[in-house]
Structures are given as C-alpha cells and as structure tokens.
C-alpha cells in the first residue's frame, strides 16, 4: 500500500525557517517524481514545488522561489521542503504527493502537515 | 486568481447530474496538457478522480466522467448522491512545465 507521512509542521515567527519532510512506502520511491502542494486556511490547491526521479529537474512556484528548496533521498525513500524567510502568506496545509509515472497527475497523496506562520 | 478557472461553486438534488468547468489558455490546456481531477471531502486530502482528460483509477465509480476541448475541459458526476459533496479541483501544466490548479468548485447536493 502506498503511504506518504508528512511531518514538520509547526508554528514558526515570520521570518523563520522550517524543514517540511514526506516518508514514502509501499512502491520504489526513485521510480516517482513528486511534488509539495500546499492549502492556506480555507482555500484552494496551490502547487508549490516538483522533483524528478533524480533530482535533475526541479521547479518551484513564483512564491516560494528563492526561499524554498525541495531535495529527496531515494535511499530513505524521503521527501523534504526547506522553507526559508517564511512569511504569514506561507500559512498552510503542506501536501507531499507522488506523480503517476509519465502521467502528470498526482496520483496519491499525505495527510498534511500543518506550517502556521505568525507572531 | 487561479490560472485555470472553475466555478465557485455547483449544486444539485440526489440524483441529478451536475457539471464543473475548467477554463484554460493556449498557454496551458490549449496547449495540449492533459486535463486532471481531484476530490477532496471536508478534512481530508485531495483524491485522484480522473486522470489524463477522461480516465477513472480503479475504485472510482463510473458516474464521474470528464472531457476536454481546446482550452477547457469539465467533470459530470451523474446519479449525485449525497457523499459526493466535495470540493474538486482540475489540474494542469503551463509551458514552463509548472503545475497549476483551478480554484476549486463547492459541491453541493440539495
């Protein structure tokens, strides 16, 4: 059975830093590109960053370039997301979710971490 | 404002059929990626519901269907029943191969 378990969500001042990580069973997690997306309080998905299977490829939302960096250890089968210099806009739940293979689509997805940011 | 546009919200009685709309641009649907659709009940994450314009993972009942044409595409969900309130949530690509999401469309069933 495929699982993604989000942790590392927490309250954090702006400005802060914080390490958002996805533990990844039940399939070859070097075979999946994945993808963090996140949903502010009441709103809808926004994608926030993707890594290919080799973290050759690697993209990132306007938003959150040049504060966030993703990075992923096949031999752990884990996903990370390394927010810098977070403001309170930053306030989501954070998604890790695996891409279907030469799909597109984000074919199963975590439980959610919860980032507040705020004073 | 979300690159790719859903209405706010739909409704209809038990039973009925229901349509959402995703609208696009040549820079994304138009474009020729494919079209992708989540549910997501109250408190939990989003599902895969439909994959590459109009395909159903296994599990998923085929009264949900979707199309696309151009630069939209739209999700039916026929036969409504009431655990099918939900929001839903279309997704694509742009050319600079990021991901986008649709706003999100409220699912009521009356």
């Known amino acids: 059975e495929v699982q993604l378990v989000e942790s590392g969500g927490s309250l954090v001042q702006p400005g802060g830093s914080l390490r958002l990580s996805c533990a990844a069973s039940?399939?070859?997690?070097?075979?999946?590109?994945m993808n963090w997306v996140r949903q502010a309080p009441g709103r809808g998905l926004e994608w926030v960053s993707y890594?290919?299977?080799?973290?050759?490829?690697?993209y990132y939302a306007d938003s959150v370039k040049g504060r966030f960096t993703i990075s992923r250890d096949n031999a752990k089968n884990s996903l990370s997301l390394q927010m810098n210099n977070l403001r309170a806009e930053d306030t989501a739940v954070y998604y890790c979710?695996?891409?279907?293979?030469?799909?597109?689509?984000?074919?199963?997805w975590g439980q959610g971490t919860l980032v507040t940011v705020s004073s | 404002q979300s690159v790719l546009t859903q209405p706010p919200s739909v409704s209809g009685a038990p039973g009925q059929r229901v349509t959402i709309s995703c609208t696009g641009s040549?820079?994304?649907?138009?474009?020729?990626?494919?079209v992708h659709w989540y549910q997501q009940l109250p408190g939990t994450a989003p599902k895969l519901l439909i994959y590459?314009?109009?395909n159903r993972p296994s599990g998923v009942p085929d009264r949900f269907s979707a199309s696309k044409s151009g630069t939209s595409a739209s999700l039916a969900i026929t036969g409504l029943q009431t655990e099918d309130e939900a929001d839903y949530y279309c997704?694509?690509?742009?050319?600079?191969?990021?991901?986008?999401f649709g706003g999100g469309t409220t699912l009521t069933v009356l």
């Open positions: 979710a695996r891409e279907a293979s030469g799909r597109g689509d984000f074919d199963y």
């Open positions: 039940g399939f070859t997690f070097s075979r999946n590109s």
């Open positions: 890594i290919s299977t080799g973290s050759n490829a690697i």
């Open positions: 040549s820079s994304n649907i138009g474009a020729g990626y494919d």
């Open positions: 590459g314009n109009s």
């Open positions: 997704q694509s690509y742009d050319n600079s191969l990021r991901a986008l």
